[in-house]
């Protein structure tokens, strides 16, 4: 096996030999930019060290060879005394990793090479306080030195200087640093610093490839889902400096605004300085426009190379450089994260330029970042006019924009938001006991915490607009206030507004508007027209391509007509789960609690005849929002307690009455019931088919409505397309009995108006018994709807309403799983039993419809997934519906 490439021998393509940099630094050396040159170690000799403990044979004779070869082509060999070439050592995954691995720069010098160095660079102060940047940063990696004891001792010795800035520190400075430097490493390793170059660099890459597996690294693996076992890629290149004076520097730059997606030059330059110091921001860089005046040679060749890289990678890219004494170097470069807005702009302008076709633009937007866009949020114009007051800033965890009272714990949240009151909670950081009160509060706000926090994770699962980490801020819950930088003090009840896409937190009101983007969805900008921005245009224009590829329909969840309506504006081909729950709530409970508690048939069937009317009106507006469109209609589902009052309320009532001697009676029958239907566990008790086939007549009096609404429709010359569909069925038994009922039903009243009315009648497979039968359970129906939300539920036995505050933080922290089944489908587990459904299911009856209709069906990764099985449709809440259109479209692609 070949373990190292030279740059000149790898490509783009070999991301998972030579990790991202190492592949795109081949790239680029092979297109002519001027790279410094080096080789790469590729991540099999890395996984082979990382499994084994010992590094490949072979390995140390292969970078040998390609040192030697390197020197040769330098004319200088590494750390040779008198001119020595120095090299960086540096990290490189098949994925990025910010800041997780090491990199350490000038490996080489010593001594003696240091001293080649001053010679040769013509500048003391340069080759010193390049020598002490390695010990640094060597100790820090390789020997696991604290970072801080080093940062100390240059603090120490500028204040006795009564000097700030690095830059006045001089050449006899850095020789006392390194001296300092060099006694720490003794100290703290029981070893001299080493002073063999070879050595230095062996030790260099051990300690790169152990990064790998370093605490934070694993980490965030975890839960950015990375493979745990790729192992990095270590480059090695060979050094040039941006610290030999005022006409060098270093910089990073992007090819386009990372932020808006508009062409320009966006970046930062740092005169006189080696590439961490720009990250690092001990001292002020300018912007790169800048460099114009510095150095302009070097800036139009820099210009030019971003040109050249942009239609290579034919994808906005950043990049970091070093100027060397007038001379650029290009150093790193890839493919340039950027937010939302700038992917479907930088999408929709590339395919302009001819640079990408449509198909590729697609698969550069994400569902992700198209329901980010449709976020309500600030207005700009407002808030950056006078009347708008900023107190801070933290990090955009969740986006959107939220206003309201500020309130301090989780308790007054909910009770002001009880009464009516927007609140805002801010904390110092959330645990799970703040759930209630995040769940009240528009938005959260944290001082503490970064954007894997537990107010960071909540609230996006929750879709809550959150800042958390915003330092700046001093939240003092015990005094319930807070204080800003500025000096302001906010109390309890002061108005405040966080936007949770760029941070700011803003005291008082600002005004929110709807994003243009959901305006367009609705219907409300015509993209054509001069109130659409380029943004809605590149949406629009995106949105039709998909819409035109996508195989997989997409519907929505909706259960009132004006839901309806809306998401047939937002795109919604049908209704996919039609709840009638909330049509049994409010006054209409009443009835159901008659119906239940009846002791008669006679009194049964006259709650059910009051609520027939009823429920034939109900689902004669749903009908008519989706004239000519399918609507699935559930059967009743939840819990048969959710419908009767309350056991403890109802004990107190009867105990108060029994002590004054009042009467009682009825409360005392009605408590007697539900004691009898009280249930451990609800959600695995009396609910779904078993509802239909205990309580008689309530599943035929929904047919019969479901029917009758669509006679009504079908006379005043509409289409109804109504689908019944049976909840919670585990055996083809329950199945046949209901939907024997519902087929008699459908024909009686089709007889009663002389029209057939042959609607499909199907079942949710939502318990992993439906799942693992699905082939008897298809010869019995017409359709399946995958309910993932109880299937993810009963597959993991896991309380969907109990989970999230109790122990999914936990589970998301340790990593064990990097985001909740319940948002994106577990596809090992949950899809292994769609797939055995799909299969099974299509055997038994070839036509049969295949859809989904819990939470998953907006959820971008797993609407991939049901276009992979084979699913015919996906169906989520209205909201979400141009999400799963533009995510089955790029599933198609
Ligand atoms: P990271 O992945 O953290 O950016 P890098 O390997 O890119 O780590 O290196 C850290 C910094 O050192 C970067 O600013 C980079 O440009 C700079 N650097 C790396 N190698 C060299 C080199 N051979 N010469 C000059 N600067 C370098
Ligand atoms: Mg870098
Ligand atoms: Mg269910």
């Excluded at 409360?667 to 008689?696: F, I, W």
């Excluded at 939300?789 to 505050?805: I, P």
């Amino acid at each position: 096996t070949k373990y190292v490439y030279k740059f000149t021998e790898g490509n783009k393509d070999l991301k998972d030999l030579l990790g991202g940099k190492g592949a795109n630094l081949a790239e680029m050396t092979n297109i002519g930019l001027p790279v410094p040159p080096g080789f790469t170690i590729t991540t099999e000799a890395c996984r082979h060290y990382l499994e084994s403990g010992a590094v490949p044979a072979g390995l140390d004779a292969e970078i040998e060879a390609n040192l030697k070869e390197l020197e040769k082509s330098m004319g200088r060999r590494l750390g040779q005394p008198d001119d020595p070439l120095l090299v960086s050592v540096r990290s490189g995954a098949r994925f990025s990793m910010p800041g997780m691995m090491e990199t350490v720069l000038n490996i080489g010098l010593n001594d003696e090479s240091v001293v080649g160095l001053a010679t040769q660079g013509g500048d003391e102060r340069f080759a010193w306080d390049s020598y002490r940047r390695l010990i640094q940063m060597f100790g820090k990696t390789v020997q696991d030195i604290d970072g801080e004891l080093f940062e100390d001792v240059i603090d120490e010795l500028k204040a006795a200087k009564g000097i700030t800035n690095d830059l006045d520190l001089d050449a006899d400075d850095f020789r006392q640093l390194v001296a300092r430097f060099k006694e720490i490493v003794a100290e703290q390793t029981g070893k001299p610093f080493p002073t063999d170059p070879r050595e230095q660099m062996t030790l260099a890459v051990q300690a790169v490839f152990d990064s790998w597996n370093a605490p934070r690294a694993v980490l965030y693996r975890r839960q950015e889902r990375i493979p745990a076992d790729l192992g990095t890629a270590v480059n090695i290149c060979s050094m040039v400096f941006g610290n030999l004076g005022m006409d060098s520097g270093t910089g990073v730059a992007f090819t386009r605004d990372p932020a808006s997606g508009q062409p320009g030059v966006y970046g930062d330059y740092l005169q006189n300085a080696q590439g961490e110091d720009v990250v690092a921001g001990i001292r002020n860089t300018v912007p790169l426009a800048d460099l114009e005046k510095i150095d302009a040679r070097s800036y139009e060749q820099l210009m030019g190379i971003m040109d050249t890289l942009e239609n290579h990678y034919r994808d906005l890219c950043d990049i970091e450089f070093t100027i060397e004494r007038g001379k650029l170097w290009m150093l790193q470069t890839r493919v340039g994260k950027r937010t939302a807005a700038a992917a479907f702009r930088i999408a929709d302008q590339l395919v302009d330029q001819g640079m990408i076709t449509l198909d590729e633009a697609v698969q550069r937007v994400t569902g992700d970042q198209l329901a980010q866009l449709m976020f309500p949020r600030f207005d700009d114009v407002a808030a950056a006019g006078d009347g708008v007051h900023r107190l801070g800033r933290g990090m955009n965890a969740s986006p959107g924009a939220a206003v309201g009272k500020a309130v301090f714990d989780s308790y007054t949240a909910v009770k002001w938001s009880r009464s009516g009151e927007k609140v805002i909670l801010c904390r110092r950081e959330t645990n799970p006991d703040d759930l209630e009160g995040m769940i009240a509060a528009e938005g959260i706000l944290t001082s503490r915490g970064g954007k894997t926090s537990h107010a960071a994770v909540v609230a996006r699962g929750m879709g809550k607009t959150c800042v958390c980490g915003a330092e700046e801020l001093d939240i003092d819950t015990k005094n319930r206030r807070m204080t800003a930088p500025g000096g302001e003090v906010i109390e309890e009840g002061d108005v405040i507004a966080i936007d949770g896409t760029s941070g700011q937190v803003y005291l008082g009101e600002v005004p929110v508007v709807d994003s243009p983007v959901v305006r367009y969805f609705e219907g409300e900008i015509d993209p054509a027209s001069d109130q659409a921005d380029d943004l809605v245009r590149s949406v629009d224009r995106l949105m039709h391509y998909v819409d035109a590829a996508r195989r997989m329909y997409v519907r929505a969840n909706a259960d009132t007509p004006e839901d309806a309506a809306r998401a047939r504006r937002m795109g919604a081909q049908g209704i996919g789960l039609c709840r009638t729950e909330h049509m049994f709530l409010g006054d209409r409970r009443q009835l159901v609690e008659r119906l239940i508690l009846a002791d008669t048939p006679d009194e049964q069937q006259e709650s059910l005849d009051a609520l027939l009317p009823l429920q034939r009106a109900d689902f004669n507006g749903i009908l008519d929002a989706m004239d000519g469109l399918p609507v699935t209609v559930r059967l009743l589902d939840p819990p048969l307690h959710e419908f009767l009052p309350d056991i403890t309320e109802l004990s107190v009532r009867v105990a108060v009455a029994e002590a004054r001697g009042e009467s009682h009676e009825n409360d005392l029958r009605v408590l007697q019931a539900v004691h009898k239907l009280h249930e451990q566990n609800p959600m695995l008790g009396l609910r779904g088919v078993r509802l239909g086939l205990v309580v008689p007549g309530l599943f035929t009096m929904q047919v019969r409505a479901i029917a009758q609404a669509a006679v009504d429709r079908i006379k005043e010359g509409g289409r109804p397309r109504p689908e019944i569909m049976i909840p919670l069925v585990g055996t083809v038994q329950e199945l046949e009995i209901i939907r024997d009922d519902a087929q008699r039903v459908l024909r009686e009243v089709g007889e009663e108006n002389g029209l057939e009315l042959d609607f499909p009648v199907g079942t949710m497979i939502e318990l992993p018994r439906a799942a693992l039968t699905a082939g008897q359970i298809a010869e019995n129906a017409e359709f399946f709807s995958f309910g993932t939300n109880d299937l993810t539920q009963t597959v993991w036995g896991f309380s969907r309403d109990d989970v999230e505050a109790s122990f999914f933080s936990a589970y998301l922290e340790k990593g064990v799983f990097g985001v909740s089944p319940f948002e994106s489908l577990d596809v090992d587990g949950v899809g292994r039993l769609i797939r055995i459904a799909v299969e099974e299911g299509r055997a038994a009856r070839p036509g049969i419809k295949l859809g989904v209709c819990g939470e998953h069906g907006g959820d971008p990764a797993s609407v991939h997934f049901f276009h992979k099985v084979g699913l015919d449709y996906v169906s989520c809440s209205p909201f979400r519906v141009p999400v799963a259109r533009l995510e089955a479209g790029r599933a198609a692609g």
